[in-house]
C-alpha cells in the first residue's frame, strides 16, 4: 500500500533533551514538508523540501531542523530550542506540479 | 492579515440539509484551491481541489471559486453525522507552498 508513515504516534520530551520525529514516503513523490498544528489553529509550516539534499524553511523554523538524504524520509529534529514543542506534527508529501499534498497520521508531541 | 481565513464555527445543521462552508484569501497569486476534512484527532485528508472559476462537484460535495471576489466555498449536500468534522481550507501559488486557514468545525445533528 502506498502512503505516509509517521513514527511514533506518541512522544514525551524531556527539558533540554532533543526529539527526533520519523516521516517516511512510498508513493514517489518529489517534495515532502512539515507543519505543526497547535489547538484551534491552523497549520504553519516548519520545513520543506522539494528535492533529495536540498530543503527551506518554513514561516515557523526556529528550534527545528531536518534533513533530506532519501527521497522517501524527511526527519524532523525539536531541538531544545524549541521553548513550546507541545503539538501535533504533521508530515506531508505531494507532487510539485500538482501542488496536492497528502498527509501522514501525525505524531503528537508532549512535554513532561 | 491571515492569507487564508474561514469562521471558525462551530457550523450545525440537521441531517440532511446542506452545510456552506466559506473561505476568503488574500494572496491575488493563488492559484489553487483545497479543502480538507480533519477528524478530531486524526490528520487532515484531501476532499477536493479546485483550480478555475465556478463550480467543481465531487459526490456531495461541490467547491465554488470565485477569484475576482477571492472566495472560495465548499457546499456539503444531504449532510450525515460522518460529516461532523474541521473543515481545513487551503491555498498555493505554485510555489510547492500552501497557506492554511485555522478551519471550520461542523457538526451534523441526528
Given amino acids: 500500500d502506498g502512503g505516509i508513515t509517521q513514527s511514533p504516534k506518541y512522544l514525551f520530551r524531556k527539558e533540554g533533551q532533543n526529539v527526533t520525529l520519523s516521516c517516511e514516503q512510498n508513493l514517489n513523490h518529489d517534495a515532502m514538508y512539515w507543519y505543526r498544528q497547535d489547538p484551534g489553529q491552523g497549520l504553519r509550516l516548519i520545513y520543506y523540501s522539494q528535492i533529495v539534499n536540498d530543503f527551506q524553511k518554513g514561516d515557523i523554523a526556529e528550534g527545528?531542523?531536518?534533513?533530506?538524504?532519501?527521497?522517501?524520509?524527511?526527519?524532523?529534529?525539536?531541538?531544545?530550542a524549541q521553548k513550546n514543542p507541545t503539538a501535533f506534527y504533521l508530515c506531508a508529501s505531494s507532487i510539485p506540479a500538482q501542488e496536492t499534498q497528502y498527509f501522514g497520521p501525525g505524531t503528537r508531541l508532549l512535554v513532561l | 492579515q491571515k492569507e487564508v481565513e474561514q469562521n471558525s464555527g462551530p457550523l450545525?445543521?440537521?441531517?440532511?440539509?446542506?452545510?456552506?462552508?466559506?473561505?476568503?484569501?488574500?494572496?491575488?497569486?493563488?492559484?489553487?484551491?483545497?479543502?480538507?476534512r480533519q477528524y478530531s484527532g486524526k490528520s487532515p485528508e484531501l476532499i477536493m481541489f479546485i483550480y478555475s472559476n465556478g463550480d467543481k462537484e465531487d459526490g456531495r460535495f461541490t467547491a465554488q471559486l470565485n477569484k475576482a471576489s477571492q472566495y472560495v466555498s465548499l457546499l456539503i449536500r444531504d449532510s450525515q453525522p460522518s460529516d461532523s468534522a474541521t473543515y481545513l481550507c487551503a491555498a498555493g501559488r505554485g510555489d510547492y507552498k500552501l497557506s492554511f486557514g485555522a478551519g471550520t468545525t461542523v457538526t451534523v445533528r441526528a
Fill in chain 2, 12 to 36: 450545525s445543521v440537521p441531517e440532511g440539509a446542506i452545510a456552506s462552508l466559506n473561505c476568503t484569501y488574500s494572496d491575488r497569486g493563488s492559484q489553487s484551491f483545497f479543502w480538507y
Fill in chain 1, 64 to 80: 527545528y531542523s531536518v534533513s533530506r538524504e532519501k527521497k522517501e524520509s524527511f526527519p524532523l529534529t525539536v531541538t531544545s
